[in-house]
């Protein structure tokens, strides 16, 4: 079946623009999250979303950023006012049993705020 | 506070050398998940293996084994007679079944070097 998709492949923004990126999870995934990976480390969590509620937004680094999956499907990361400090590789995954469970990960989101 | 530790940043082995990457982990948690992920250069993270916290039998997979002691809150990995097709960075993560657990704290690679 599909894996995780996540569009754009790559995205290149001025800085104080807005953007945003999409996730399609593995369908029937209750379990999805965002994580952000700067260049040479760990992915870092941001936001998980059991169904359509963010069950987890502690690693939201401000309020430029929100995240939503309206219909507990697809989700939709949104950055305000773009900094450079933003560029990296967003990563979504989802997983059927939750934090517990395997994550699938998609390929993720090149972010370059120039 | 829940960390994890990947104190290797590269290692560079030629093929059929055996490697083993280290994972040290900190957590409050009584239960919790270890994890291995592969992000091979094009991207794309791959799991490999979780283990939960009750669980200290060592596990083989193939040319990959995992070592499980919670005594010094390791859980390393090894690849045994290295391929070319294993180079990649690995991630070693874990995950707190309290109300913490929503996530993966993923710990900052080991990137491995298999030369032909």
């Known amino acids: 079946g599909a894996g995780v998709s996540q569009t754009p492949s790559n995205k290149v923004t001025e800085k104080g623009k807005y953007v945003e990126l999409r996730c399609d999870p593995i369908?029937?995934?209750?379990?999805l999250y965002w994580y952000r990976q700067s260049l040479g480390q760990g992915p870092e969590f941001l936001i998980y979303?059991?169904?359509?509620?963010?069950?987890?937004d502690s690693g939201l680094p401000n309020d430029r950023f929100f995240a939503v999956r309206p219909e507990g499907s697809v989700s939709t990361l949104k950055i305000q006012r773009t900094e450079r400090g933003d560029s990296a590789v967003y990563l979504c995954?989802?997983?059927?049993?939750?934090?517990?469970?395997?994550?699938?990960f998609g390929p993720g989101t090149r972010l370059t705020v120039l | 506070a829940q960390k994890v530790t990947q104190a290797q940043t590269e290692i560079s082995v030629v093929e059929k050398e055996d490697v083993t990457l280290d994972c040290v982990y900190e957590?409050?948690?009584?239960?919790?998940?270890l994890f291995w992920y592969k992000q091979p250069p094009s991207g794309e993270l791959v799991f490999l293996i979780r283990?939960?916290?009750?669980?200290?039998q060592n596990e083989i997979s193939g040319r990959y084994s995992w070592n499980f002691q919670k005594s010094t809150s390791s859980f390393n990995f090894t690849i045994t007679a290295s391929q070319v097709v294993d180079s990649a960075v690995y991630f070693c993560?874990?995950?707190?079944?309290?109300?913490?657990?929503?996530?993966?704290?993923f710990g900052g690679g080991t990137r491995v070097l298999v030369k032909p």
């Open positions: 369908s029937g995934h209750t379990a």
């Open positions: 957590t409050r948690d009584t239960t919790y998940y």
């Open positions: 283990r939960n916290s009750f669980d200290e």
């Open positions: 993560a874990l995950s707190e079944a309290g109300a913490a657990g929503n996530k993966l704290t």
């Open positions: 979303f059991q169904g359509t509620g963010a069950a987890d």
């Open positions: 995954a989802s997983s059927l049993y939750g934090p517990i469970g395997e994550q699938f």
